[in-house]
T-cell receptor
């Protein structure tokens, strides 16, 4: 048990639908990261929060993606108008030492 | 982005010691080396971190030579459950950056 909780663990959605994932970091960690991982690849950085401030976003984070971290606690990642290419494992991590959650497996059909 | 180079795959047998080497020629003065382990359908798990010389914990050892251009993760007496992907990361930055990692398969 790493202490980082992600919900849901699995999500199947139809193309064009919106989906939202939640991450609850370790309570005393002020940094929170979102990553995306596809089969055979390492995790790819999407975005990073320091407390409630979103400090950096990857080019991978298109305008269909939005992330929030209200009050510097849990975070949500929303994907609008999902595409089949969005199918991946979405990972959340919190720091100082990067502890990862179990991830949310998204399948877009 | 911080770049490292490591073998794509390795094979070993139960009870053997496994050494996975990572190259990081352009390592910066304030960069640490961190290794993660990842099982299928799980998030990466921190294994060990070091700056120079040798670091050992209950899971692994990390050897970093004086020039710090490479590092070696050593797993003593591997078991089948050590079959996983191992990632080497360099950075003093705040964004852990992953490559493709090394897929280790431990055979009976």
């Amino acid at each position: 048990d790493t202490g980082v909780s992600q919900d849901p663990r699995h999500k199947i959605t139809k193309r064009g639908q919106n989906v939202t994932f939640r991450c609850d970091p370790i309570s005393e960690h002020n940094r929170l990261y979102w990553y995306r991982q596809t089969l055979g690849q390492g995790p790819e950085f999407l975005t990073y929060f320091q407390n409630e401030a979103q400090l950096e976003k990857s080019r991978l984070l298109s305008d269909r993606f939005s992330a929030e971290r209200p009050k510097g606690s849990f975070s949500t990642l929303e994907i609008q108008r999902t595409e089949q290419g969005d199918s991946a494992m979405y990972l959340c991590a919190s720091s100082p030492e990067a502890f990862f959650g179990q991830g949310t497996r998204l399948t877009v059909v | 982005l911080a770049k490292t180079t490591q073998p794509i795959s390795m094979d070993s047998y139960e009870g053997q010691e496994v050494n996975i080497t990572c190259s990081h020629n352009n390592i910066a003065t304030n960069d640490y080396i961190t290794w993660y382990q990842q099982f299928p359908s799980q998030g990466p798990r921190f294994i060990i971190q070091g700056y120079k010389t040798k670091v050992t914990n209950e899971v692994a050892s990390l050897f970093i030579p004086a020039d710090r251009k490479s590092s070696t993760l050593s797993l003593p007496r591997v078991s089948l459950s050590d079959t996983a992907v191992y990632y080497c990361l360099r950075g003093g930055s705040y964004i852990p950056t992953f490559g493709r990692g090394t897929s280790l398969i431990v055979h009976p």
